[in-house]
């Protein structure tokens, strides 16, 4: 079965400053989406970024970008330029390329941002 | 993106009543729906997923007699808790997806569930 691990609970970032959370997975297919989800205290779940598994280059939208790393099974999440309103849980997702389609979570980290 | 909306954002219930919970895709054809529940910081769990027209698959450990999903037509389904308990008090999530060409599965605001 696949999973989906991010291994920093809580993170702190200063505002205007860059910061990057982490989150592995484990899965045998060689073609799946992964995505980054935000959820702020509203508790609703925004789509960040996604990449596509059979794409080398790393997905980007403005301040936001990711670091893929297909051998590794690692997906990272860099948020550059930090601003207040980024605070919010960030879910790591998984989804296979069949079987429903549906996400794999992982646990979230929680981003809090300094003023 | 596409617009799900879920309905109500909140509901109180006495123990032994029931609840339902309605998911609608205000923009598009939600051929697949997912049913989630969320404890407080906590991830997301999948109960379900449901195909228009038939019958939802339940996730490991979800009792389909206690969470009934009814997904009629292709921009709404529906989640009832049947015979509550203050044990099902959670944040429930919807998210409806377009087809299996489509990357993306929309979210629903969540609806907080309290079962008192």
């Known amino acids: 079965a696949q999973t989906v691990t991010q291994s920093q609970p809580e993170m702190s970032v200063q505002e205007a400053e860059t910061v990057t959370l982490s989150c592995t997975y484990d899965t045998s297919e060689s073609d799946y989406y992964l995505f980054w989800y935000k959820q702020p205290p509203s508790r609703q779940m925004i789509l960040v970024i996604r990449q596509e598994a059979y794409k080398q280059q790393n997905a980007t939208e403005n301040r936001f970008s990711v670091n893929f790393q297909k051998a590794a099974k690692s997906f990272s999440l860099k948020i550059s330029d930090s601003q207040l309103g980024d605070a919010a849980m960030y879910f790591c997702?998984?989804?296979?390329?069949?079987?429903?389609?549906?996400?794999?979570f992982g646990a979230g980290t929680i981003l809090r941002v300094k003023s | 993106g596409a617009v799900v909306s879920q309905h109500p954002s909140w509901v109180i219930c006495k123990s032994g009543t029931s609840v339902k919970i309605e998911c609608r895709s205000l923009?598009?054809?939600?051929?697949?729906m997912f049913w989630y529940r969320q404890f407080p910081k906590q991830s997301l769990m999948l109960m379900a997923t449901?195909?228009?027209?038939?019958?939802?698959?339940?996730e490991q450990g979800v009792e389909k007699d206690k969470f009934l999903i009814n997904h009629a037509s292709l921009t709404l389904s529906t989640l009832t808790v049947t015979s509550a308990h203050p044990e099902d008090s959670s944040f429930y999530i919807c998210?409806?997806?377009?087809?299996?060409?489509?990357?993306?599965?929309?979210f629903g605001q969540g609806t907080r569930l309290t079962v008192v």
């Open positions: 449901s195909n228009e027209g038939s019958k939802a698959t339940y």
């Open positions: 997702a998984y989804r296979p390329p069949e079987g429903g389609n549906k996400l794999v």
């Open positions: 923009d598009f054809q939600a051929t697949t």
């Open positions: 998210s409806a997806r377009g087809g299996t060409a489509t990357l993306e599965a929309f």
